[in-house]
């Protein structure tokens, strides 16, 4: 067990709906990254947050937005959703901004349908 | 942009050889990671490698890197069934972002 929460871990949704996919880091950490992992894809990055504000921001599409909480734990929303969505969604926390060494959670398994 | 890239993407071991997977990148970065990911599961960490030269070894896996080069390496000894897994390396980016590679599938046959 990593320490990172994510929830929930399965999904399935309809195209065009919205969701909402959360994180909680482990304990003390102050850094949550968020991955996306498809087959055709593979791991990719989407968005950092270190406490509370955005600090990097990879392959993210418009339609999808994230935060991080004051009790840092991250939400991230995904919206008009499209079938090529379907993916395992990962989250990672790391105690500073830059990583040292990041966990990740069990991932939430998206299937749009 | 910064590029990673692993090597072989499929590897089919017996039990009992050695191998070694390889992960090159293509900018100058400070740390290169190795994460374990079993089917459907999370990544786990299996190494940091935080400066040119580093070696780290944990029971049948051992991880160098060579800054210079811009390569690490993943040596597996006298493979077991167990370390049936995918591979992934990553470094990170300017941005402090970990880029992944592609993953090894590695499978441990009898």
């Not at chain 1, 989407?46 to 504000?53: A, H, S, T, V």
């Not at chain 1, 790391?94 to 991932?107: D, I, L, M, P, R």
């Not at chain 2, 070694?20 to 190494?47: A, H, M, V």
Request: glycine share 6%.
């Amino acid at each position: 067990d990593s320490g990172v929460t994510q929830t929930p871990k399965h999904l399935i949704t309809a195209t065009g709906q919205r969701v909402t996919l959360r994180c909680s880091p482990r304990s003390g950490d102050l850094s949550v990254y968020w991955y996306q992992q498809s087959l055709d894809q593979g791991l990719q990055f989407l968005i950092q947050y270190y406490n509370g504000e955005e600090r990097a921001k990879g392959n993210i599409l418009e339609r999808f937005s994230a935060q991080q909480f004051p009790d840092l734990h991250s939400e991230l929303n995904l919206s008009s959703l499209e079938l090529g969505d379907s993916a395992l969604y990962f989250c990672a926390s790391s105690a500073t901004v830059k990583n040292t060494e990041a966990f990740f959670g069990q991932g939430t398994r998206l299937t749009v349908v | 942009e910064l590029k990673v890239e692993q090597n072989p993407l499929f590897l089919s071991m017996q039990e009992g050889k050695n191998y070694t997977i390889y992960c090159n990148y293509s900018t100058t970065s400070d740390r290169l990671y190795w994460y374990r990911q079993d089917p459907g599961k999370s990544l786990e960490s299996l190494f940091v490698l935080l400066s040119n030269g580093a070696v780290k070894q944990e029971g049948r896996l051992m991880a160098s890197l060579d800054t210079k080069a811009r390569l690490s390496t993943l040596h597996i000894t006298a493979a077991v069934h167990d370390l049936s897994a995918t591979y992934f390396c990553a470094v990170d980016s300017v941005n402090n972002d970990m880029r992944f590679g592609a993953g090894t599938r590695l499978t441990v046959k009898p």
